[in-house]
């Protein structure tokens, strides 16, 4: 099994440019969240989704929008990239309501804005 | 204010001693605690969880302590190697029922482990 896949590794923009990051998972979960991960600061939730067609706003939403279209995918748009989303993102998943159970991470996505 | 620190510096150890490891938080009730393993430009890896009502749990030569009154988890790794060097993150689980969890994550201390 792949796990947790995110597409690019890797990415420079320039301010106002819009682009998608892409996470997919093979395990079936039907949890899927984003995270950004900054210098000096905690994973910081972005959005998340508890299944196909359900998405909520996590602590810093703003800036980024997700849709959740079947229970593999779930990606992270930026619309118009600022120099404060310059970061690492993460994506994750796990079953819905095992909260006694871990998050599957991806290997993340440096994302450059300047 | 709600916070979780972990430490910020890097704890430097020697192979075989045993390092410990903290996570403190303030103004929250957590229903767990996780604990993942960071390598450099790597995801994090999940460890270990411990519920709020467990002392401590054990996997290996980890070690995981819960103190809800003094408001921090432990983090021990016995017979430490240069392969235990990563960053480790705390994670509380505040349970507001079903999917609705909140994960919290700390800013991870970095181990390193010398031979």
């Known amino acids: 099994n792949a796990g947790v896949t995110q597409t690019p590794k890797f990415q420079v923009l320039k301010t106002g440019q819009s682009m998608t990051l892409q996470c997919a998972q093979d395990?079936?979960?039907?949890?899927m969240s984003w995270y950004r991960q900054d210098p000096g600061m905690g994973l910081r939730l972005i959005h998340y989704?508890?299944?196909?067609?359900?998405?909520d706003q996590g602590e810093v939403p703003n800036g980024y929008n997700v849709s959740r279209s079947t229970t593999e995918d779930f990606p992270l748009r930026l619309l118009s990239a600022a120099p404060s989303q310059t970061s690492v993102y993460f994506c994750?998943?796990?079953?819905?309501?095992?909260?006694?159970?871990?998050?599957?991470f991806g290997e993340g996505s440096r994302l450059t804005v300047l | 204010s709600q916070k979780i620190e972990q430490n910020s510096e890097a704890l430097n150890i020697q192979e075989g001693k045993t390092a410990t490891l903290t996570c403190n938080y303030t103004n929250y009730s957590p229903a767990y605690l996780q604990w993942y393993r960071q390598d450099p430009g790597r995801g994090p890896v999940f460890l270990l969880l411990i519920r709020e009502n467990e002392k401590e749990k054990r996997k290996e030569r980890l070690k995981v302590t819960f103190d809800t009154t003094l408001k921090q988890s432990l983090f021990h790794i016995t017979a430490s190697q240069p392969a235990d060097s990563a960053t480790y993150l705390c994670a509380l689980v505040l349970n507001y029922g079903g999917a609705t969890n909140k994960l919290i994550f700390g800013t991870g201390t970095l181990l390193a482990v010398q031979p």
């Open positions: 994750a998943s796990s079953l819905v309501g095992a909260w006694t159970g871990e998050l599957f």
């Open positions: 989704s508890v299944g196909a067609g359900i998405t």
């Open positions: 395990m079936n979960h039907e949890y």
